[in-house]
């Protein structure tokens, strides 16, 4: 996760596609309500929160996709 600084988010990006992975769209920002998820066993998806697991839904679905995509090609 990261925070909500778009220079320290473009970081992050480019620390990551210079290692040679895929980046998507979107990012998990740091939030209580995430690591309260993660505290109690569950994954961002699971949040109580309506509106964090709305922000992260559409990267979920990215990563699915991707996982799905590559799935096929092999």
Do not use: M, T
């Not at 992975?21 to 569950?42: C, H, L, M, N, T």
């Amino acid at each position: 996760s990261v925070g909500d600084s778009a220079a320290e988010i473009e970081e992050a990006r480019s620390y990551i596609s210079h290692a040679g992975y895929k980046v998507f769209e979107g990012e998990i920002s740091e939030r209580v309500g995430y690591r309260r998820a993660s505290d109690r066993g569950y994954s961002v998806l699971e949040v109580s929160i309506k509106s964090l697991k709305e922000k992260v839904e559409p990267i979920a679905k990215n990563i699915a996709d991707q996982i799905s995509k590559l799935q096929n090609e092999g």
